[in-house]
């Protein structure tokens, strides 16, 4: 379905141990303990 097309996270998504700032300067700096289910699912799947 996603076959070919280029996909991109945004740094509101959270993906565990990746440093997001979550659109905010209170999370600036802080890696995500959680990875969000759209990509869990893309992962899933070989899309990332």
Do not use: F, N, Y
Not at 4 to 24: E, H
Not at 30 to 45: C, D, F, G, I
């Amino acid at each position: 379905m996603l076959d070919g097309i280029p996909v991109a996270i945004k740094d509101l998504i959270d993906i565990a141990g990746v440093v997001t700032t979550g659109g905010s300067a209170v999370h600036d700096g802080q890696a995500s303990s959680k990875t969000a289910a759209l990509v869990q699912r893309l992962q899933a799947q070989a899309r990332l």
